[in-house]
């Protein structure tokens, strides 16, 4: 496939105020994990400098080779049981109004890392009594109980990315199932937790599957979205089909919420946690 040119709406600011500078020191001397950095968000500069970052929690090494992300793959490392309180005690250094958490599959672990989860989310709200909490989570392999674990410890936002169209599904996620992500995000909306997921394009989808896709998602009870431009990580990773226009993604943004969504993040550079805060 030819190499598709990068366009300027896409060019990247790099972070570098003192803000930015401190939420480094802290990420890094509580040797915690970010989706910022390992995720090699686009974002990371604009968030960290206003002082918010997303944790990223049961190491750094997943146990899922999906052919979009750069976090690492192979066999991690046993869970470490001070993780909760660092990611807390972070959590509450930054001041944080609204904390974003998120985690590497672990597939590896007989409860796929579900009770970390929680323990997580509890150290969280113990240290910082006024946060809101949104949580990104693995499909836990559609296994309820674990799901309904995650819901019962109350974070305010609960969210599952279906990350492409139900056909490009099996070539983008190496585990993960287009139905089983679904049923993951219907456990959620019946919770009564605050349901969310997000896409990526430029992988080859079309309008119509894009459009299809938002209507499983209302379906299931799931009425926030955001979408974003999937950008290649490395030449090892898929490659991008197509660059969308910001005026595409302006386009989609006015039909979701025609469509009945709640809340919506569209445009080129936005990530799953992007202006987070703003969906409660």
Known sequence: ????????????????????????????????????????????????????????IAGDVCTRSCKFCNTKTGKPLPLNPDEPENVARSIQLMKLKHAVVTSVDRDDLPDFGANHWVETIHKIKELNPAITVEVLIPDFLGRRELVDMICQALPDVIAHNMETVRRLTPQVRSAAKYDVSLSVLKYIAVSGRKAKSGIMLGLGETKEEILGLMDDLLSVGCKVLTIGQYLQPSRKHLPVVEYITPESFDELKSIAYGKGFDYVESGPLVRSSYHAENCL
Request: glycine share 8%.
């Open 1 to 56: 496939m030819a190499h598709v040119k990068k366009p300027d709406w896409l060019k990247i600011r790099l972070g570098g105020n003192e803000r930015f500078t401190q939420t480094k020191h802290i990420v890094e001397s509580h040797c915690l994990h970010t989706i910022c950095s390992s995720g090699r968000c686009p974002n990371m500069g604009e968030c960290w400098e206003r002082g918010t970052a997303t944790f990223m």
